[in-house]
């Protein structure tokens, strides 16, 4: 008898949507095609799209320490609402996950808390060169993460003689949070005090384009790879699609919704996050981007902060805002305004994911594989509220946003975890598996 057994579904498969039923057994995928098997459990996917599990590669849970705003649990909630099966969290924590004891340590507090897959991101420091080279085969850890700008945490790691020290030694995919730390001082005389429109001005296009020169030269030179996240620049696009040799790099769904002066005016501080959201040239820039395939991946550079320090004066006010759970609405709300393609689409959040960071049996829907879906409804119209937010932060920056094209089930690990908005079951999240 098979687990479960997904009818009537157009399924993505090798680059197509096709009419076939998908069968799972024990986690894995057991068969694709007209199946008639008996099964224990069953999702009619008529009228429905059958993705596989789409993963978010840059999350902020804030555990261990700033609990009282996101955990584990709770994110990964988050995720599975907004039909994420994998996570990729990062170790700007208190105490930071800089450590094979704090990676050990944030192993153990996921384990039987996490409703999604989940990876760790291993964090750089200036004196942590000797743990960086020897990573290979660490369970759970997707990459290293290096600050080069400073940002929320204590991780930064700003000196150019260091930096290239973490590339030198480092084992894994080296992520980089790329902004110019020597420009972002230079810069703090440009803030202005209660004004947030100010905040692109403080964390320049130059502070962005410096550090994005230097890492992607840095990287060369050890022939080590880096994946420059959350790019905000049209330099840095134009920048980095002439060196693809090495170098891959992301754009979040907020930098390609949102743009200044109009989000800040609406928003203010609560639009607020690093690296900055600029102005229209440099959104129209992010989508050339993505209309030519020029970036590899979409995170939603999930970093949630409590309402109450949101709103503090501007500098005072954090910067961060949560996205995992809207990722997916956001980007097939763009899918259908056309202005990407359903497989481009899953090229960022499913396969390049893996071809990038090595993950094993995920991101396809092929024979074998691990059995992580994400179904959705292209034709669903929802509207976002803050009251249906997971995260314990409790609101989005796409707050009364409509949206067309919905997650409807996540399936992890042949499990429903979430039907019709719905979380199911227990948490029993893994971590992935990398090569």
């Known amino acids: ?62 555990e261990p320490g700033s ?36 990676f050990k340590r944030k192993l153990d507090l996921a384990k039987d808390r996490m409703f999604c897959n989940y990876a760790f991101y291993f964090g750089a420091t200036a004196d942590n060169s000797h743990e960086l080279a020897d990573l290979k085969n660490l369970e759970g850890c997707c990459g290293i993460k290096l600050f080069a700008g400073s940002s929320t945490g204590n991780l ?42 100010t905040h692109p001005i403080w964390r320049s296009e130059e502070c962005a384009i410096s550090s994005t020169r230097r890492i992607v030269n840095i990287a060369k030179r050890h022939n080590k790879r880096a994946h420059v996240l959350h790019v905000t620049t049209k330099q840095e696009v134009d920048f980095l699609s002439q060196h693809k040799v090495n170098v891959t790099f992301e754009i979040t769904p907020q930098h390609l919704t949102l743009y200044a002066p109009d989000c800040y005016d609406k928003l203010g501080t609560y639009a607020q ?13 992010l989508w050339y981007a993505i209309r030519n395939n020029l970036n590899d991946t979409i995170g939603s550079d999930h970093a949630p902060h409590l309402k109450i320090n949101k709103e503090k ?49 995920k991101g396809f829907i092929k024979i074998g594989y691990d059995a992580d879906f994400t179904i959705v409804n292209m034709n669903k119209d929802i509207k976002i509220q803050n009251k249906n937010i997971e995260s314990k932060c409790g609101w989005s920056p796409f707050n009364g946003y409509s949206f067309k094209g919905s997650p409807i089930a996540t399936i992890i690990n042949g499990k429903i975890k979430m039907l019709n908005g719905k979380i199911l079951g227990e948490p029993e999240g893994l971590p992935l598996d990398f090569n």
């Open 1 to 62: 008898m098979l687990d479960l057994l997904i009818k009537n579904g157009q399924c993505y498969i090798d680059g197509e949507l096709k009419n076939v039923d998908v069968s799972i057994k024990d986690g894995k995928i057991k068969d694709i095609g007209q199946i008639s098997e008996k099964s224990k459990d069953s999702i009619d996917a008529k009228g429905l799209t059958v993705l596989p599990g789409c993963i978010d590669t840059q999350t902020h849970f804030r």
């Open 313 to 361: 004066e501007y500098p005072n006010s954090p910067s961060g805002m949560p996205g995992v759970q809207t990722l997916l609405p956001v980007m097939l709300n763009h899918v259908n305004n056309g202005k990407l393609s359903l497989k481009q689409l899953i090229k960022l959040v499913c396969e390049n994911p893996i071809k990038i960071f090595g993950i094993k049996n």
């Open 67 to 102: 609990t009282d705003t996101e955990d584990l649990n709770s994110g990964s909630r988050a995720a599975v609402a907004g039909g994420i099966t994998a996570v990729f969290e990062m170790p700007n924590t208190n105490p930071p996950t800089s450590s094979k004891n704090e």
């Open 156 to 197: 930064l790691v700003a000196n150019e003689k260091d930096i290239e020290t973490v590339f030198k030694n480092s084992s894994k995919v080296v992520a980089v949070h790329s902004e110019d730390e020597e420009i972002l001082n230079i810069n703090k005389k440009l803030i202005k005090k209660g004004d947030v429109h």
């Open 273 to 285: 996050m690093n690296p900055p959201i600029r102005d229209k040239s440099h959104y129209d820039r």
